[in-house]
């Protein structure tokens, strides 16, 4: 901004008191979609793959992708104790997908040697709706969220089998096969989607998670 702009800002910004900066995990998966989600909610999206970045931001994002593989990077690029230590201090948190397994306190069918955060409690089954079904799309009814259903995009997504007390279910699979699986929680400032509002173009949801950033 040169200094003889004073002019209005934009109108997303405005909105907000302040722009909260947001980090994307960015070890491995749909991180650009993330960032371009959160920019126009009027936030400020850094990328985030050293301890030092993970310090300096007021949220993160956890992307999805693969969730063995991003277990292995954070332990590479020595981002799982201070990522643990910073969901134990209370800063908010939205995984979609991968990123939701991530932020599971237990983890069904997955490697091992796989890591996860416990940033909710909860158990998260991957790749919960099998193979006849890797991709499918349908329209959610999400708690908090007003002006009609989500679309959710479902990519080899994992379901949520067992919320604690303190977790809040805000949709479930409406109908179908699958009719009543758990696919969006919240747990304080921490937000969980099986899957992937950055992909669709409806900012409902990363304007939630903002929203719970700034009222941190
Ligand atoms: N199946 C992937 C995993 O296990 C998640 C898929 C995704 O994030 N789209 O991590």
Known sequence: ????????????????????????????????????????????????RRASELAAVDGLVLPGGESTAISKLLEAFELLEPLRARLRDGMPAFGSCAGMILLASEVLDTRPDAKHL?????????????????????????????????????????????????????????????????VAVRQGKVLATSFHPEVTGDLRVHRMFVDLVLAA
């Open 118 to 182: 416990s940033g909710i409690d909860m158990t998260v089954r991957r790749n919960a709706f099998g193979r006849q079904v890797d991709s499918f799309e349908t329209d959610l009814d999400f708690a908090g969220l007003t002006d009609g259903p989500v679309r959710a995009v479902f990519i080899r997504a994992p379901w949520v089998e067992r919320v604690g007390a303190e977790v809040e279910v805000l949709a479930t699979v409406p109908s179908g096969p699958f009719a009543g699986r758990v």
């Open 1 to 48: 901004m040169n200094a003889s702009s004073v002019a209005a800002p934009a109108a997303e910004a405005r909105q907000t008191p302040s722009r909260p900066t947001i980090g994307v995990l960015a070890l491995q998966g749909d991180v650009r979609e993330h960032i371009a989600a959160l920019e126009k909610c009027g936030a400020e999206p850094v990328l985030v």
